[in-house]
Structure formats: structure tokens, C-alpha cells
């Protein structure tokens, strides 16, 4: 499986890819920048805003919902018009969203983290059915959020321990017992940073720092891992008419001139067929 560049623009901090379903597009994010960024067949596209923002689920074929540093909003994608659904962390000006993903019952996860990746500054939150409410806190860089495809069970990290964690959820999407370790990344130095699921279970995790997207099966076992012409690999998603095609997102922030200069595709957005297929991201019901 060979990476290509799918979109150039190289982003300070590319996050939160997510393939519309009923648009078949795929949109991301640079969380640093301030924007929503896509492309479609008109071509590029993107759209600015007053503060961070950093990962979204689509609620129909024109809008979307949005965390930003401050809450979460329907985005209307046809005007850029934008209304407050919730607020999240409004009692501080120190933390932003980062990872957020919707879960299958209609819900959203969302989590936050330091400006500064300050210790334990973070948490995940749910929205779900008009209310948001706190999951898990003292996180430090909340990433990884995603949901196995027969719904017993979430998976999120905080990147810094170098854990993958899973836990279970009862019948309407909510956590019923503690986190438990999954695959413990610490020992090799890995970063796990935004992670998809796919038909049969197994995660695909973005690996900051290590230049690629590593599979590992719903046990913890260590299947495979896709190459990408950037260190900084920050999410994945799957997409494409038949969800067969891996996107990645990746950062060039922090990255050395001359690793720019010998590698210039650091930031950009990635493509690449797969034999694995994706799920369908859920709609979320607001």
C-alpha cells in the first residue's frame, strides 16, 4: 500500500478527517490556522474562523457539527453560518478541543487538552441528547477516539502514556466500567495519536513521530502499519465510494527546516487503497 498526496496545503497542525457520507468528501481540519479545510471536484476549499477548531460529525448533508476551543455548533456548509449547540471548558482560556469523534448511538465525543499539552489539563466529554457531560479527566492530549463496530466498546488515549485503552459501553453509548489497557505503546517509544476502526474491529492508530498509520487487531495485537511521507501522522479516516481508502492528516509544526527540506509533503493531507473497509461515520443527532 503506496501513500499519496491527496491535498497539498501543508497544515501547521492537520486534525479530525472526517468522509461525509452523503457527500462523499472529505473534510479536516488545521487546528492552529483556524480552519475547516476540503476539496471536491470545484477543487479547494476552506473556511476561517475566530478561534480553534478542531474535529466534527455530520448531522446532515449540509451541516455540520463542529468542536471548537470554546463548544460545539452547527456549521452550515452551504453560508458558513454557525449556532452554538454547547458550550465545553467555557471557565478557561488555557485548554482547546483536539480529538472528537460521533458514536453510533448519534452522540459525540469530544475531547480537550492543554494550549500547552499541560498535565492532566484535559478530559472527554459526550454530548448526547441535549446534554454534555465529562467522561473521563486528567487527560493530558486526549486522541484515539473511536468505537468498535459492534458497539460494546470505545477506545481513546492519552497520547503521553503511550496507552491505548477500551472501554465498555452499555446500551445507550455510556461508559460502564473503568478504561482498561489495550496495547501499551510506551515501551517502543510510540505516540499514539487519532485512531479509526474498521469492518472487522481491528484500529488503525496515526503515530506521532513515527511517520505512519499502525493496525492493530481489537485484542492488542500488532498487524501491519502503512508508511506516509510525513513524521507527524496525526489522524486517519476511511472514505472513497466503497470506504477503502485510507486518508491521514499530518503536522509540520515544530519540524526543523531541514526536515522540510528534504521532505516538503510534511503537513499535507494522504491517501491510500486499502483491502480494509472503513464504517460509515455515524450521523449525529442533535
Known amino acids: 500500500m503506496t501513500a499519496i498526496v491527496f491535498d497539498e496545503r501543508s497544515c501547521t497542525l492537520g486534525e479530525g478527517p472526517l468522509w461525509h457520507p452523503t457527500r462523499k468528501q472529505l473534510f479536516w481540519f488545521d487546528i492552529l490556522e483556524k480552519k475547516l479545510l476540503t476539496r471536491d471536484a470545484a477543487g479547494q476549499r476552506d473556511w476561517s474562523f475566530d478561534e480553534d477548531v478542531s ?3 455530520w448531522v ?29 471548558e467555557t471557565d478557561t482560556k488555557t485548554t482547546r478541543s483536539n480529538d472528537g469523534r460521533a458514536d453510533p ?15 492532566n489539563a484535559g478530559a472527554i466529554y459526550r454530548l448526547y441528547k441535549g446534554e454534555i457531560r465529562k467522561l473521563f479527566g486528567d487527560i493530558t492530549i486526549s486522541n484515539a477516539i473511536c468505537f468498535a463496530p459492534d458497539r460494546r466498546c ?7 502514556t503511550g496507552k491505548i485503552l477500551r472501554v465498555s459501553l452499555d446500551n445507550d453509548g455510556w461508559p460502564k466500567e473503568a478504561p482498561k489497557v489495550l496495547v501499551d505503546l510506551a515501551p517502543e517509544g510510540l505516540n499514539p495519536d487519532g485512531a479509526v476502526v474498521d469492518t472487522s474491529g481491528n484500529l488503525w ?4 513521530g513515527a511517520a505512519r498509520v499502525a493496525v492493530y487487531s481489537d485484542t492488542g495485537l500488532f498487524l ?12 486517519p ?42 464504517i460509515p461515520e455515524p450521523q449525529v443527532v442533535l
Open 55 to 57: 474535529a466534527a460529525g
Open 224 to 235: 501491519n502499519a502503512i508508511p506516509l511521507p510525513a513524521q507527524q501522522v496525526t489522524c
Open 205 to 208: 492508530v496515526a503515530q506521532w
Open 105 to 119: 448511538w448519534g452522540g459525540f465525543w469530544i475531547g480537550t487538552m492543554g494550549y500547552n499539552a499541560e498535565q
Open 237 to 278: 479516516a476511511f472514505g472513497g465510494d466503497d470506504l477503502k481508502t485510507l486518508y491521514a492528516t499530518s503536522a509540520r509544526i515544530g519540524l526543523a527546516q531541514s526536515v522540510h527540506e528534504a521532505s516538503p509533503t510534511q503537513g499535507m493531507t494522504f491517501a491510500c487503497e486499502t483491502t480494509s473497509q472503513g
Open 154 to 160: 470505545a477506545y481513546f488515549t492519552d497520547t503521553p
Open 60 to 88: 446532515d448533508r449540509d451541516t455540520l457539527l463542529i468542536a471548537s476551543a470554546t463548544g460545539l455548533w452547527r456549521f452550515d456548509l452551504r453560508d458558513g453560518g454557525r449556532t452554538n449547540v454547547s458550550g465545553l
